[in-house]
């Protein structure tokens, strides 16, 4: 019985596939900064520390093409804000994505004391995503590239469609930004589809 289910939860219709035109998610993950050795040498202080952060997304997919919004903490009062678009070069093929983007937004550090801004960045580059969905189950892992500074994210993401417009996910990220203090998550989170 426990295998019959399974196979049905596996073979259920994927309802993001072509109906999917607008995609909301949050997640709350915990973040843990390392201070590299390049830190270091650069003067950064030793010790590293853990944060709780937020993420927030939208995803806009028309046709072969795609559009997103996202903005989070990345912790220790750093954040980061982008806009990307690009191309979903298997559209025809609902179990397989590859996405292939622009990005470009900022980066920046909030005051620990008043809030006040201390110093900001410009990010842009390129991405690289690559998605399976088999029925309600997904994973995907998108990889950017900084172009304009030292930026290098990657990110892991599994989810489960718990309704036909709701998943939820587990998303861990590694990320080397222009300051070299690696940001190592993992969190989870809810995404919904209209």
């Known amino acids: 019985m426990p295998s019959l289910l399974l196979a049905a939860l596996l073979t259920a219709p994927a309802a993001h596939a072509a109906d999917e035109r607008l995609r909301l998610d949050a997640s709350l993950q915990a973040q843990q900064t390392t201070v590299t050795d390049e830190a270091v040498l650069a003067g950064a202080t030793t010790g590293d520390s853990t944060d709780a952060t937020l993420a927030l997304g939208l995803r806009l997919d028309l046709g072969r093409a795609y559009g997103s919004l996202e903005g989070r903490g990345i912790g220790n009062g750093v954040w980061t804000g982008r806009l990307a678009g690009g191309l979903d070069l298997l559209k025809r093929v609902?179990?397989?994505?590859?996405?292939?983007?622009?990005?470009?937004?900022?980066g920046g550090a909030l005051g620990a004391t008043d809030g006040a801004m201390l110093e900001l960045g410009p990010l842009v580059g390129v991405?690289?995503?690559?998605?399976?969905?088999?029925?309600r189950?997904?994973?995907?892992?998108?990889?950017?590239?900084?172009?304009?500074?030292s930026w290098r994210e990657e990110e892991l993401r599994a989810g489960f469609d718990v309704l036909d417009n709701t998943e939820i996910f587990a998303r861990t990220t590694?990320?080397?930004?222009?300051?070299?203090?690696?940001?190592?998550?993992?969190?989870?989170?809810?995404?919904?589809?209209?």
């Open 174 to 194: 590694r990320l080397l930004p222009q300051d070299q203090l690696l940001r190592q998550s993992i969190g989870a989170g809810v995404a919904v589809r209209f």
């Open 127 to 135: 991405e690289l995503g690559l998605g399976l969905n088999l029925g």
């Open 137 to 149: 189950v997904h994973a995907r892992y998108r990889h950017s590239e900084g172009l304009s500074a």
């Open 94 to 106: 609902d179990a397989v994505d590859i996405d292939l983007g622009l990005f470009a937004g900022a």
